[in-house]
């Protein structure tokens, strides 16, 4: 076992040929406020059991397989989701890292440094070929598979978010004597571009656009003071980059009219703008293959949600395992997710991580993978 810098958790069963890439699977342990038990840690806790069977199962694996704990998947104290995979594939960088701060100005040196993770950052980073395959387990956090009687999902493709952050200025004032048409009322505005934002998602053509404006703070939130500063954060998401990117060209268009004809001033920044990615092919192989073995129906999907092999795609090839949770309920301390079901999902990870650790010395082909229409 070791930990990283950033707290990044690595616990591997090594194979008989530990010089060749190793398989890795894993997920992540931290929860954003008011959340269930089971997105993420499913994965963890799966992962874990796979190893476990395969080893009493008498098991021998020729590559090493690895079970991942990531830091900081949901992003509740720095603003940024993924960080200890982003940190991995090296998509954030030691210097980016370091100019992180929480809501209380703390950075992330300081803060990892007072937690007892004191290893160097530009440690990190995974070193090439570090990993043959990766798998995540997953709760879908949708009601697909449950409304139509599936156990298990295989993910084709990934969504990826991107966020913005928009500031608008206008004017406060005495909500009783600020007449109307003087008022420039900063959170009028903003409950317009909130509206924009979901008109822009709706009209995109497709299902698998998503927009969401989750977090809007006002100042001076008072009943009887006319607001004079809104800020908002805003989540947009596709599996499809073009399309996605075009929202976000629709609602920053947007916010400059509702601005201009307001008379508010206005500054938009983009916290990232992430690519989506596609599954490996020969992951989604022994994925298909492990759910034949293992007599379980299976549905060929795409996640719209974004995790942790969003990002370990950029290193190596990567799918995901999702099994159903009820009511398709996510990021709720109502989130459920049966035993059974969780077996099933595990019997098929065991399965598809004893194939991909037999695998030969040659890199999978990064031919085309299994894709779905929207």
């Known amino acids: 076992m070791r930990e990283d810098g950033l707290g990044n ?3 591997r069963w090594e194979g008989s040929a530990p010089e060749l890439p190793a398989v890795g699977t894993g997920s992540h342990i931290d929860a ?9 840690t499913v994965g963890v806790l799966g992962g874990l059991e796979a190893i476990r069977a395969l080893r009493q199962a008498g098991f021998r694996p020729r590559r090493s397989i690895e079970l991942l704990v990531f830091t900081a998947e949901e992003p509740t104290r720095f603003g940024i989701g993924c960080l200890g995979s982003r940190a991995l594939s090296g998509t954030l960088n030691p210097e980016a890292l370091r100019l992180l701060r929480d809501n209380e100005g703390r950075s992330l040196e300081e803060v990892r440094q007072a937690a007892g993770y004191t290893g160097p950052l530009e440690e990190v980073q995974l070193p090439e070929n570090y990993y043959s395959a990766f798998v995540e387990l997953h709760i879908e956090q949708g009601p697909v598979l449950e409304q139509e009687g599936v156990p298990i999902g295989v993910v084709t493709a990934i969504a990826a978010p991107a966020s913005l952050r928009v500031i608008l200025e206008g004017e406060g004032g005495h909500a009783g004597t600020v007449l109307m048409p003087d008022r420039k009322d900063a959170l009028c505005a903003a409950a317009e571009i909130i509206l924009g934002v979901e008109a822009f998602a709706r009209g995109s053509g497709s299902i698998n656009t998503v927009a969401t404006t989750g977090f809007c703070e006002v100042h001076p939130n008072a009943i009887n003071s006319v607001p004079s500063r809104v800020r908002l954060e805003i989540d947009v998401r596709d599996v499809e980059q073009n399309r996605r990117d075009q929202v976000i060209r629709n609602i920053l268009q947007g916010v400059e009219q509702v601005c201009t004809r307001r008379s508010i001033r206005y ?23 492990a759910c034949g073995e293992a007599s379980v129906r299976f549905k060929l999907m795409v996640s719209r949600a974004y995790h942790d092999s969003l990002f370990m795609a950029r290193i190596a090839p990567t799918a995901m395992l999702f099994i159903p949770c009820r009511g398709g309920i996510s990021h709720r301390p109502d989130e459920y997710a049966s035993p059974e079901d969780i077996a099933q999902g595990v019997r098929v990870l065991a399965l598809a991580l004893a194939k991909l650790s037999q695998a030969e010395e040659k890199t999978p082909p990064k031919d085309e993978p299994l894709t779905l229409n929207d």
């Open 9 to 11: 958790l690595f616990a």
């Open 32 to 40: 954003i406020p008011y959340a269930g038990m089971y997105d993420g």
């Open 267 to 289: 500054s938009v920044e983009i916290i990232n703008m992430d690519p989506p990615a596609k599954s490996g092919s020969e992951v989604l192989k022994a994925l298909v293959e």
